[in-house]
């Protein structure tokens, strides 16, 4: 397979080539791989190869094939929370330098069930903590494949810059607090966060940052997203609690009759700061698409959630994840943290965190939880939301970079991700859809969000805008291979 035509698939049409025979797993691989070298030195998307790991599972898989749906098709994940055995996990943080999984979590075996290949793992800031993906443990930036003097997003910019860059259809990534939607938004992708719990954290943990976060992939396709949802949700064995159940098939839903919506959309963010143009511009122009699919849009306002004690509370429960990160890697490594392994906005959480009670940390939670039942109960009026992913367009390289206390970065990072988080805390499942680009040529991603548990009615709606507006085949000027630019 050549790499122009490699370009051209999404991941369920590449694993139907190797079904068919008409192409085998390592030569996907190798595509990839193709891809990778040619891209990686002006985006520093992948931070960890495991190539011969990689190509040892490529030829076993032509000798015992693989049935997943996304059979032979090359997989990055991401380097934080997913455990995938033998391959180096740092967390984005040089306290971790050299760290290997001795197993697989219960999603990468899901995920290795489906079919996919893991390859390597992408960049992601110290700890998941921050909105682009600049950490220094990769030794540079993870740049925008749309323009490289932008960030990809964060905290899964090298997924979904890897994605964006042609390097592979999908990505494995994760969302605390924006971190699925923030990258899709800037680098032109599909990313859903689902709901709470959907996907398995198991077996070492049982929730992150207090319940707000999840993983998924960042996708090119809709349908790609679907289908590893399918493959991936449902609770595993010991988890605290679970997602909603759904008994149908994701990807079933992209072809299901969709009943007209009713679309609150919201224009103003939650922290009362101004809104760029351009994403208030992206935000109407998707809903005047809704309408002329027969959906009606209304003007709405989110209810009070008290923007800055929302703040405080997201502060101390990353803080204190981090912390715990920083404590029991500390002591397993024998190491002790400093500011030469860890950024300072890391380094300053930790005190952070110690300068809080048990106490506090409960009254952080419990906001969380006031929030999810706000939402809930406003959600009943509506079928979807519809707002801005991000406050302004992709971020310039070092606009948010972690070399600041905490409080101030955490702050300011807020404002730039506040149409987010609050969903993180309710717990629903959220989209950013790539519908509009601005005359820079920047991709601006709009979010849409559905009651908890209904992924279903999000994926048959982006299933529908999809086909109204495709954007699959409108690459990054990285992604076109030298033929083809």
Request: negative net charge; glycine residues 10%; proline residues 7%.
């Amino acid at each position: 397979m050549k790499l122009s035509e490699y370009l051209l698939h999404d991941g369920l049409a590449l694993a139907m080539l190797v079904r068919e025979k008409e192409v085998r797993p390592i030569e996907l691989l190798e595509c990839a791989v193709e891809q990778m070298l040619r891209v990686q030195p002006f985006i520093n998307a992948v931070c960890w190869e495991e190539l011969d790991m990689a190509r040892t599972v490529a030829f076993s898989m032509e000798q015992s094939p693989v049935r997943g749906s996304f059979a032979g098709v090359p997989m990055l994940v991401k380097d934080i929370m997913l455990a995938v055995s033998g391959f180096r996990l740092t967390n984005g943080s040089r306290l971790f330098a050299g760290v290997r999984c001795e197993h697989d979590s219960e999603l990468a075996a899901r995920l290795r069930r489906a079919g996919f290949n893991f390859f390597g793992r992408t960049t992601t800031p110290e700890f998941g903590a921050n909105c682009t993906t600049e950490s220094p443990a990769y030794g540079a930036p993870t740049r925008n494949p749309w323009d490289t003097d932008y960030s990809s997003g964060g905290s899964s910019g090298g997924a979904a810059a890897a994605v964006a860059a042609g390097i592979l259809p999908v990505a494995h990534a994760s969302d605390g607090g924006g971190s699925i939607r923030i990258p899709a938004a800037c680098c032109g992708l599909f990313g859903l966060k689902p709901t709470k719990m959907r996907n398995p954290l198991g077996p070492v943990a049982g929730e992150g940052w207090g319940g707000m976060s999840v993983e998924h992939v960042v996708s090119r396709s809709v349908r790609d997203s679907a289908a590893v949802l399918d493959a991936t949700h449902g609770a595993d064995l010991g988890a605290p609690y679970a997602a909603p159940a759904y008994m149908g098939k994701y990807l079933a839903e992209l072809e299901r009759p969709l009943q007209p919506l009713r679309i609150g959309l919201i224009l103003d963010s939650p922290s009362g700061a101004p809104v760029h143009q351009d994403c208030i511009a992206a935000v109407e122009d998707a809903a005047r698409l809704c309408e002329g699919l027969g959906h009606q849009v209304e003007h709405v306002t989110l209810p009070d959630l008290d923007f800055e004690a929302f703040g405080h509370a997201m502060r101390l429960i990353v803080a204190a994840g981090t912390s715990q990160a920083v404590r029991v890697g500390s002591a397993s490594l024998g190491v002790r943290p400093s500011l030469e392994s860890l950024e300072i906005s890391s380094f300053t959480s930790v005190d952070f965190a110690l300068r809080h009670s048990a106490a506090d940390y409960a009254d952080a939670i419990a906001r969380m939880h006031q929030v999810g039942r706000r939402l809930g109960t406003f959600m009943e009026s509506y079928d979807v939301l519809l707002t801005p992913t991000l406050t302004t367009p992709p971020a310039r390289i070092g606009r948010y970079a972690a070399d600041r206390d905490y409080v101030t970065h955490r702050t300011d990072t807020l404002l730039y991700t506040a149409f987010l988080p609050y969903f993180n805390a309710s717990g629903q499942p959220a989209m950013s859809v790539p519908l509009f680009w601005n005359e820079n040529g920047l991709p601006i991603g709009v979010q849409f969000v559905g009651r908890l548990g209904r992924e279903d009615i999000l994926f048959r709606l982006a299933g529908q805008l999809e086909r109204a507006r495709p954007w699959f085949d409108r690459l990054s000027p990285l992604a076109l291979p030298p033929q083809a630019g």
